[in-house]
């Protein structure tokens, strides 16, 4: 962490100036990014360990109280000191280093800090994680180039616009991550047992989660007006085309993340990382044609095809890797 960090904090500081052009946001700004996404980094350690654990009680007490405090410092900052969005980046950011801290006493107290360093864990983990480079790399393509090219391609009062749907889709993406996050541990622990029937069992839990999400989506695109009048203003409504599009981007990403835990059970995270990059481009290709023809839309259209290609590709290769019974499950009774 700390060598990655100082790394990616060189070249932002060292390239800040064409950067910034990139993505429309001051340098210093950018800088800051790095330091709290180290922050962020040290947190996501304490609540995998508790994660893993089974100790959901301190990983929501974490997560819940990190949400408040963030939504408490942002509103003082905009709302009463008017900083803009100045505040709302340095609320988040500044609560995440401040948590960060607390992250670090957490794992000082329960003894995960030690002078020694284990060559065969330090393997162990590189040759899990080098190989999901690319694979967030691509995630960030699909999750970030929408906006940069509207910046670019139109102008930041549009990126706006498009974020509103986004912060809204993205309340559905918050669900089901949680919903993984709580998934993963008992589906590692089931595997590991599980005879042919509780594989069916496992595949047609998926089904239902797959149709659940596709309701709550379809539910936010038919009442966006409404959402957006709510929740953004009525200046916002005009925005409500785009939010049927992003939230069934994020209803395609919760069904990747049902599929892709196989993936990550049988550690062939490489497969997982050459196809997240290639969607990453997809979606910055498709991206490119659909703003020129029809603005924040076209971003919108695109991300949702990018998540859904993610979605397809990993259950081929999930299959591939770790064979389960999704077309047999559908056909089985019951009993």
Same mark, same amino acid.
């Given at each position: /962490?700390?060598?990655?960090?100082?790394?990616?904090?060189?070249?932002?500081?060292?390239?800040?100036?064409?950067?910034?052009?990139?993505?429309?946001?001051?340098?210093?700004?950018?800088?800051?990014?790095?330091?709290?996404?180290?922050?962020?980094?040290?947190?996501?350690?304490?609540?995998?360990?508790?994660?893993?654990?089974?100790?959901?009680?301190?990983?929501?007490?974490?997560?819940?109280?990190?949400?408040?405090?963030?939504?408490?410092?942002?509103?003082?900052?905009?709302?009463?000191?008017?900083?803009?969005?100045?505040?709302?980046?340095?609320?988040?950011?500044?609560?995440?280093?401040?948590?960060? /801290?607390?992250?670090?006493?957490?794992?000082?107290?329960?003894?995960?800090?030690?002078?020694?360093?284990?060559?065969?864990?330090?393997?162990?983990?590189?040759?899990?994680?080098?190989?999901?480079?690319?694979?967030?790399?691509?995630?960030?393509?699909?999750?970030?180039?929408?906006?940069?090219?509207?910046?670019?391609?139109?102008?930041?009062?549009? *990126?706006?616009?498009?974020?509103?749907?986004?912060?809204?889709?993205?309340?559905?993406?918050?669900?089901?991550?949680?919903?993984? $996050? @709580?998934?993963?541990?008992?589906? #590692?622990?089931?595997?590991?047992?599980?005879?042919? $029937?509780?594989? +069916?069992?496992?595949? +047609?839990?998926?089904?239902?989660?797959?149709?659940?999400?596709?309701?709550?989506?379809?539910?936010?695109?038919?009442?966006?007006?409404?959402?957006?009048?709510?929740?953004?203003?009525?200046? #916002?409504?005009?925005?409500?085309?785009?939010?049927?599009?992003?939230?069934?981007?994020? @209803?395609?990403?919760?069904?990747?993340?049902?599929?892709?835990?196989?993936?990550?059970?049988?550690?062939?995270? @490489?497969?997982?990382?050459?196809?997240?990059?290639?969607?990453?481009?997809?979606?910055? /290709?498709?991206?490119?044609?659909?703003?020129? +023809?029809?603005?924040?839309?076209?971003?919108?259209?695109?991300?949702?095809?990018?998540? @859904?290609?993610?979605?397809?590709?990993?259950?081929?290769?999930?299959?591939? *890797?770790?064979?389960?019974?999704?077309? $047999?499950?559908?056909?089985?009774?019951?009993?």
């Amino acid at each position: /962490l700390l060598l990655s960090t100082s790394f990616v904090f060189g070249v932002v500081f060292l390239f800040q100036l064409p950067l910034e052009r990139i993505a429309q946001i001051p340098g210093r700004w950018l800088i800051f990014t790095v330091l709290v996404s180290g922050a962020q980094f040290l947190i996501q350690m304490r609540l995998t360990l508790w994660q893993a654990a089974n100790q959901p009680v301190k990983y929501g007490l974490l997560r819940i109280g990190q949400s408040v405090v963030t939504a408490a410092m942002v509103l003082w900052l905009v709302k009463y000191l008017d900083m803009g969005w100045q505040g709302n980046v340095l609320g988040h950011g500044g609560v995440m280093l401040g948590f960060a /801290l607390f992250a670090l006493l957490f794992l000082a107290g329960g003894g995960w800090f030690s002078g020694k360093c284990s060559k065969s864990y330090a393997k162990d983990a590189l040759q899990f994680g080098v190989p999901l480079i690319p694979h967030v790399i691509g995630g960030m393509l699909l999750a970030m180039i929408g906006r940069v090219m509207i910046a670019n391609m139109l102008n930041v009062e549009q *990126v706006g616009i498009y974020m509103v749907s986004v912060q809204i889709g993205m309340a559905l993406g918050l669900l089901t991550d949680s919903f993984n $996050k @709580a998934y993963v541990p008992y589906l #590692f622990r089931t595997l590991k047992t599980v005879d042919s $029937k509780g594989r +069916r069992a496992l595949v +047609r839990s998926t089904y239902l989660y797959i149709v659940i999400v596709t309701l709550i989506a379809t539910l936010v695109g038919q009442f966006a007006p409404d959402i957006l009048g709510i929740v953004a203003g009525e200046k #916002f409504r005009a925005a409500s085309g785009t939010l049927i599009f992003i939230a069934t981007g994020y @209803a395609f990403n919760g069904m990747y993340y049902m599929v892709t835990n196989y993936i990550f059970y049988e550690k062939k995270t @490489a497969y997982l990382s050459g196809l997240t990059l290639g969607c990453g481009c997809f979606n910055a /290709l498709i991206s490119y044609f659909l703003i020129a +023809r029809l603005g924040v839309l076209g971003a919108a259209i695109g991300f949702m095809c990018a998540q @859904a290609l993610l979605f397809a590709g990993t259950w081929i290769i999930a299959h591939r *890797v770790h064979p389960m019974p999704w077309g $047999k499950a559908l056909f089985y009774r019951m009993a």
